[in-house]
Antibody
Framework: EVQLVESGGGLVKPGSSLKLSCVAS????????MHWIRQAPKKGLEWIAL????????YYADSVKGRFTISRDNSKNTLYLEMNSLRSEDTAMYYC????????????WGQGVMVTVSS | EIVLTQSPTTMAASPGEKVTLTCRAS?????MHWYQQRSGTSPKLWIY???KLASGVPNRFSGSGSGTSYSLTINSMETEDAATYYC????????FGAGTKLELK
């Protein structure tokens, strides 16, 4: 059974940093691209980052480019999202998601971790 | 950026009723994917590559479309289908529609 478990969220002040983790199990983690997707309270879904299976390529949404960094450690079956210069508009539930075929869709999602940016 | 417009924003359907949700893209996309999100839970892949049902999805659901116009259809609404449905394209980066909230009448 595929499982994705996020951690590392919390309440932080504007301008600060936070690092999220997502531990994967139930599939060969090193063979699949992985994504981070977020959802602001009562809002829709926003894709924010993709990393290829071997970390050879990384892509970001314009809203986080230059502030957020996606990375992975295939030896630990773990995906990361390092978030710097956090803003109030980054307040959201953050989901990690496994890529479906061709990196085009998301076939499994974690339960999400909440990040709140507030003074 | 490809913008996805879903309609309606909200709708209510009675058990047994046929339901069609639509998603229009600002530019042509190769495929459309759909997710179901029940209140307080994470989204689930529901339909991928326009018309393929994800594992465990009842066959009363179907997907169709091409180019800039796509739809998700429920043949006969059931109680458990009440949820928000999001369309998503992966042809050019990734974008989601704003969602259609489907309620039980």
């Amino acid at each position: 059974e595929v499982q994705l478990v996020e951690s590392g969220g919390g309440l932080v002040k504007p301008g600060s940093s936070l690092k999220l983790s997502c531990v994967a199990s139930g599939f060969t983690f090193s063979s699949y691209g992985m994504h981070w997707i977020r959802q602001a309270p009562k809002k829709g879904l926003e894709w924010i980052a993709l990393i290829y299976y071997d970390s050879s390529n990384k892509y970001y949404a314009d809203s986080v480019k230059g502030r957020f960094t996606i990375s992975r450690d295939n030896s630990k079956n773990t995906l990361y999202l390092e978030m710097n210069s956090l803003r109030s508009e980054d307040t959201a539930m953050y989901y990690c998601a496994k890529s479906g075929y061709g990196y085009n869709y998301f076939d499994y999602w974690g339960q999400g971790v909440m990040v709140t940016v507030s003074s | 950026e490809i913008v996805l417009t879903q309609s309606p924003t909200t709708m209510a359907a009675s058990p047994g009723e046929k339901v069609t949700l639509t998603c229009r893209a600002s530019s042509s996309v190769s495929y459309m994917h759909w997710y179901q999100q029940r209140s307080g839970t994470s989204p689930k892949l529901w339909i991928y590559e326009t018309s393929k049902l994800a594992s465990g999805v009842p066959n009363r659901f179907s997907g169709s479309g091409s180019g800039t116009s796509y739809s998700l259809t429920i043949n006969s609404m059931e109680t458990e289908d009440a949820a928000t449905y999001y369309c998503q394209q992966g042809s050019s980066y990734h974008t989601f529609g704003a969602g259609t909230k489907l309620e039980l009448k």
